[in-house]
């Protein structure tokens, strides 16, 4: 642990921290860059220190929402504050994009790539974009990730849930009743309704949601249903499901998913409204 410690007081020392950057409750990109090069030269004097020090956060390696994680050659996170052990290359964001395998297909030694993906800051109930820096050292991958504080909070202000005018991050909604899977539709067919565009993965699709939208819209507008019941407006995941009497409910995790009790008086009474407000939406 002694050469690990040096090696961070010698990165320290040649790291300059822009001061207004500590003004926000995110770290910039400059921090995670600052981060990530003393990530390098901690696991290339001492790999299991280094991936020690990066689960503990200690050792400098927490700043903020800063913080480093790794991927073995397994694909399993070596490093993560919450993660660790779990397959890094399977991780999907919100949207579907598969940014895990990304990560592992850009990683070079010697280079910062850049992956772009959606994630929820903690303390908010939806996601912004978040772009992590990552490079190669040893066997492992590593990065940093931060987010742009310009780009606006998920406010849940919006009747139906999605992102840049996009409803439930472009999953087709007619998918979970023919297909029993929740599938990312098309660009190919989209249609635009109820302030926003609804992606579809066939022409079929399209057309039986124009007929009965209705049936397909998402309860509570594709925010979870778990969080609607006492007023939240946590943004559902399109990938975290169920149908209940012929209506399908997304959630913000797989557990509140399987937590769920449709028969709770808090979630009639919410189901209620729901349906009363989604009646007033399509008669505009």
């Given at each position: ?18 001061v ?9 990109s400059?921090?995670a ?15 299991t ?30 490093a ?33 790539s ?24 040893d066997d ?19 009747a ?37 565009e ?24 594709g ?12 943004a559902?995941n ?40 989604l ?6």
């Amino acid at each position: 642990m002694i050469n690990l410690r040096l090696a961070l007081i010698f990165s320290f020392a040649v790291t300059v921290y822009p001061v207004a950057a500590y003004a926000s409750k995110f770290g910039a990109s400059e921090d995670a860059r600052a981060m990530l090069k003393r990530a390098v030269v901690a696991v290339q004097t001492d790999k299991t220190a280094a991936l020690e020090a990066f689960n503990d956060r200690d050792d400098g390696f927490r700043d903020r929402d800063l913080y480093v994680f790794c991927g073995g050659p397994d694909g399993n996170f070596s490093a993560h504050p919450r993660f660790r052990g779990k397959p890094l290359r399977r991780f999907k964001d919100i949207a579907g994009k598969p940014f895990g395998e990304e990560m592992y297909d850009v990683a070079k030694e010697g280079e910062f790539s850049e992956v772009a993906y959606l994630a929820t800051p903690r303390g908010e109930t939806g996601p912004r974009e978040k772009t992590s820096l990552i490079t190669k050292v040893d066997d492992q991958i590593c990065g940093v990730g931060y987010f742009n504080p310009e780009e606006p909070a998920h406010t849940g202000d919006m009747a139906i849930n999605g992102y840049e005018g996009v409803f439930i991050y472009g999953y087709d909604p007619v998918a979970y009743f023919t297909m029993d899977k929740a599938v990312k539709g098309s660009e190919d067919f989209t249609y635009e309704y109820l302030g926003g565009e609804w992606h579809f993965v066939s022409g079929e699709h399209k057309r039986m949601f124009v007929a009965e939208p209705m049936k397909y819209i998402p309860q509570y507008g594709g925010y979870c249903s778990s969080a609607a019941r006492s007023g939240g407006t946590d943004a559902g995941n399109p990938r975290s499901w169920r149908i209940i009497d012929g209506k399908v409910y997304l959630f913000a995790g797989r557990r509140r998913m399987k937590s769920y009790d449709p028969g709770e008086p808090s979630a009639v009474t919410a189901d209620a409204d729901w349906q009363q407000k989604l009646m007033e939406l399509v008669s505009q």
